[in-house]
């Protein structure tokens, strides 16, 4: 099984030394990977993946924020500068 796009994401934000992204996995359930905000609750999710209880259960307090393919086809570069555009406009939001 291939990479999913997100692992790429996550080594290009650490390797900036960016640690307002978690990866969070369950390769159990089908495959299972999210990106998570770290001080937002956002949950970043592939349109394309399959939906899974882990969302509904594990993080209800988040806003769920699904990507499309083009998104996601655009290169972890164009994916994290978005990823990090809408975690600071929710930063900027929660503030007032």
């Not at 796009?5 to 089908?30: C, N, S, T, W, Y």
């Not at 570069?77 to 975690?87: N, Q, T």
């Amino acid at each position: 099984m291939a990479d999913h796009p997100f692992h790429a994401v996550m080594a290009l934000a650490e390797a900036r030394g960016i640690d307002r992204l978690k990866l969070v996995e369950h390769p159990e359930q089908d495959g299972y990977t999210r990106l998570i905000s770290q001080g937002t609750d956002l949950l970043f999710k592939a349109k394309a993946d399959p939906g899974s209880n882990i969302d509904r259960i594990g993080f209800s307090h988040h806003e769920r924020i699904d990507l499309t393919p083009e998104q996601i086809a655009q290169g972890p570069e164009a994916l994290l500068a978005d990823l990090l555009g809408r975690i600071a406009a929710a930063e900027q939001e929660a503030q007032g």
